[in-house]
């Protein structure tokens, strides 16, 4: 795993902090900012843009475990969060909220190092499957665009489909745009003209 990550760490107790400087500095990372008051939290993040971050809580109630999950902004970084106890709920707001990884028991000190490399290869497969969805996602507006720019070309012109798509690509090259682009704007032209 990367050393240079910069780490933030929510923990209350002087003591556990300790613990878990001392265990990220033996798994590797030595940028370690610990923070014992969730309230600063926000500000914190903004200040240290952290690549991970680990909170460790005794016994959080949904709205606060809502709260940090969304403070700590789980979906643009990867999230760690120890707790004592939880319930079935618990788990599916940690989901829900984002959190790579949600450990129930407590931390301990040697499964910090594997929870969280667990967690940045979670956070990464998601964020993978997140760019891959919304890719596909405007591929398909994409074809549809196009589809409605031949179309409309196709009445105007009584061309064939073949045809209307042609030309779009012909426009496209000769103005230097990408087929898009140009059914984009073909489209956009004729709702105006409605």
């Known amino acids: 795993m990367n050393g240079d990550l910069k780490i933030l760490v929510v923990e209350s107790e002087p ?34 843009d952290p690549d991970i971050v680990l909170i460790d809580l005794a016994n959080p109630s949904r709205d606060t ?17 120890f707790v004592d106890q939880s319930d ?3 788990t599916q707001a940690a989901i829900a909220a984002g959190v790579s990884a949600y450990v129930v028991n407590g931390l301990q000190k040697d499964r910090i190092k594997p929870v969280l490399e667990t967690a940045i290869a979670r956070f990464n497969m998601i964020r993978n499957m997140r760019t891959e969805l919304d890719a596909a996602k405007q591929a398909l507006a994409d074809r549809k665009t196009i589809d409605r720019a031949k179309g409309h070309l196709m009445r105007a012109r009584q061309i064939s489909e073949e045809e209307a798509y042609g030309l779009l690509r012909k426009t496209a090259m000769d103005q230097g745009r990408k087929v898009i682009d140009v059914a984009t704007a073909l489209v956009t032209s004729m709702e105006l003209l409605q």
């Not at 990372?29 to 600063?40: C, G, L, P, Q, Y």
């Not at 475990?65 to 969060?81: G, I, K």
């Open 15 to 48: 003591a556990k902090a300790h613990d878990i400087i001392d265990a990220l500095k033996d798994g590797g990372w030595s940028e370690v900012t610990v923070i014992a008051d969730t309230s600063s939290l926000d500000r914190t993040l903004r200040r240290l």
């Open 65 to 81: 475990l809502e709260h940090l999950s969304l403070v700590s902004d789980a979906r643009s970084r990867p999230v760690a969060m």
């Open 88 to 90: 079935g709920a618990m």
